[in-house]
């Protein structure tokens, strides 16, 4: 067999497109991690989270942009008119998200200045 140069994403989420347990199994890991990450965030430094903020946000429109312009279907379970409107979706919901960030951030700085 082939040697896949992705890593083994790719194949484990074939296996999770076939197989019902195992598609299960990504679906709890994904909980798991979003849970173990919540826990661990306010005990990281302030800068920490807002890269991981202003990560998510261009991630978004990174996607986005993608799901737009791409002129192939990126998954087969929509169409192509779905997948322009999710990415139209995404595109418009960047830009909230780094408000929504930039408005935490303000708002944690003020809490600790306050604190002083």
């Known amino acids: 067999s082939a040697r896949n140069p992705l890593g083994g994403a790719p194949r484990s989420l074939d296996l999770a497109a076939r197989s019902r347990p195992a598609d299960a199994a990504l679906l709890v890991s994904v909980f798991v991690a979003g849970f173990a990450l919540s826990r661990s965030l306010p005990h990281l430094s302030f800068v920490i989270p807002v890269t991981l903020g202003l990560q998510a946000t261009a991630m978004l429109m ?7 312009h791409f002129p192939g279907l990126i ?30 951030v303000l ?8 604190a002083y």
């Open 62 to 68: 990174a996607l986005g942009i993608v799901y737009l």
């Open 75 to 104: 998954c087969t379970a929509c169409t192509l008119a779905q997948q322009q409107v999710a990415g139209a979706g995404l595109v418009r919901a960047a830009p909230v998200a780094w408000v929504l960030l930039w408005g935490w």
């Open 107 to 114: 708002r944690r700085l003020a809490v600790a200045r306050s």
